[in-house]
């Protein structure tokens, strides 16, 4: 079958993989000119497979307005004219419960587990150059009474799959001696060994270049950009773009924060906003004090991971248009948390800043498969786990391409209304 794939961020790339293994002739169409130049650019390097929680939680509700006060919060909200912002805002809100946001972590560590799988899969086929390293993740309590919350959950945690252990402030900095400037803050961590980190543009490049180079390669078709999908009844006919009409028997939508504004004329309303993130790059100058394992600061929701020698700190989610623009000031606080954390790890005056919008969904969980269009699938919504998850969407997208039956169950996850 001629196969259409819409977007070529990590979601796209990823689905384009397996639907090119099935042996279809894949081509995938990008705006920019290469993979990964978006949200899938420079983001947190996580691939969190056992820290999946929504935003969308019964215990962020009381932090709301003191973050909304603090300029130096994680969370900043720049109100807009805006229908699809409030609504947005609305769908949050009514997430916001505990009998919810269990529902959405079990759904979310169901495909984050089989993308673990998946990942383990591939890297046992191919060698891959990506800076994956499988160096377990400690997410940092500087609050006693988070501490003891997070301990609380380690049973149900379990119940669902991960392995995790409670370590006080001496366990931590045994775990990552790096930790130790700020041993005297530490409250506890919860230590999960079976997590990994990877450079996420690096991961689709390398995917990109095996389906070149294969028999059937894939064609990657850039600075192409997709204007509107054709339909006639209920089916696409075909992609009109800024370099003519592109035909196919079946279409993946895996445009990141544009997939709901190209399916919008079709009557879909997918409910996908950006949420803005910051990254910092910064080469390790000292080895000893840039940490191995990746780290999680739980209070100021920053991310560490090493990726080859270089740091990668990303955090913030700032619900404030749709403009890719970095506020410096932004930057600033994350330079700051690093400075407090790792002191002497990098050198700050080689720091690469980035900002990226997250494809986020009211709920946490990204919007996978069928459409009123029979003929058209979306791969959208991956919100802060894209990297995570990309191979378990783009499998379970080559399922339903292929008519078969996805490993993971789809309630939850599909188009609503
Ligand atoms: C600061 C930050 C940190 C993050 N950290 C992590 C992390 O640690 N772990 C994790 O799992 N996830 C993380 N994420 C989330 C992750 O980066 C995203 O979920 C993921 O990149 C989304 O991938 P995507 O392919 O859906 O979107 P994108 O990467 O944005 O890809 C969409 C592609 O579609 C193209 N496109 C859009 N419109 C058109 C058009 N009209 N025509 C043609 N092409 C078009 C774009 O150019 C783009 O290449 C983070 C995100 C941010 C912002």
């Known amino acids: 079958m001629k196969v259409l794939v819409l977007g070529a961020g990590v979601a796209g790339v990823a689905a384009a993989w397996y639907l090119w293994r099935d042996g279809h002739e894949v081509t995938v169409l990008e705006r920019n000119a290469a993979v990964a130049l978006e949200t899938s650019f420079a983001n947190g390097g996580q691939l969190s497979y056992s820290y999946v929680a929504p935003l969308a ?58 993308s673990r799988s998946l990942m383990h899969e591939l890297l046992a086929q191919h060698a891959l150059d990506f800076d994956y390293a499988q160096n377990g993740k400690l997410v940092v309590h500087t609050d006693a009474s988070s501490f003891e919350s997070a301990r609380r959950l380690l049973a149900y945690q379990k119940s669902l799959g991960c392995e995790q252990e409670a370590l006080d402030a001496r366990g931590t900095v045994q775990v990552e001696p790096a930790l130790a400037s700020i041993e005297p803050r530490i409250a506890g961590a919860i230590y999960t060994p079976s997590e990994d980190v990877g450079d996420c543009f690096k991961f689709a490049n390398e995917l990109a270049r095996l389906m070149a180079a294969g028999p059937n390669p894939v064609s990657f078709r850039f600075g192409v950009a997709v204007q509107r999908l054709l339909a006639l009844g209920r089916r696409v006919i075909g992609v009109e773009t800024n370099a003519g009409v592109f035909e196919a028997d079946r279409y993946v939508l895996a445009l990141g924060t544009s997939a709901a504004a190209l399916a919008r004329p079709l009557g879909m309303r997918i409910p996908v906003y950006p949420l803005k993130g910051y990254s910092l790059t910064l080469p390790i100058v000292d080895e000893r004090a840039a940490p191995r394992v990746s780290v999680t600061d739980y209070q100021r929701k920053v991310v560490y991971a090493r990726l080859g020698n270089e740091l990668r700190v990303a955090g913030m989610a700032d619900l404030a248009g749709r403009t890719a623009t970095i506020d410096t000031a932004r930057v600033g606080q994350l330079v ?70 996805p490993a993971v169950p789809l309630e939850g996850l599909r188009l609503e209304g």
């Open 336 to 405: 700051d948390e690093v400075r407090a954390t790792f002191p002497d790890a990098s050198d700050f005056s080689r720091l690469q800043p980035w900002c990226g919008m997250r494809p986020a969904t009211p709920r946490g969980t990204p919007v996978l498969g069928a459409t009123p269009c029979s003929n058209l699938y979306l791969d959208a919504g991956h919100g802060a786990l894209g990297f995570t998850l990309a191979l378990g969407t783009g499998r379970v997208l080559a399922d339903l391409v292929a008519g078969r039956r």
């Open 57 to 114: 939680s019964p215990s962020v509700i009381p932090k709301l307005p003191p973050w909304l006060m603090r300029r130096d919060s994680p969370l900043k909200f720049v109100p807009e004219w805006n229908a699809e912002q409030w609504r947005w805002i609305a769908q949050f809100l009514a997430a916001c419960n505990r009998a919810r946001a269990d529902v959405t972590t079990q759904r979310l560590l169901r495909l984050a587990f089989y």
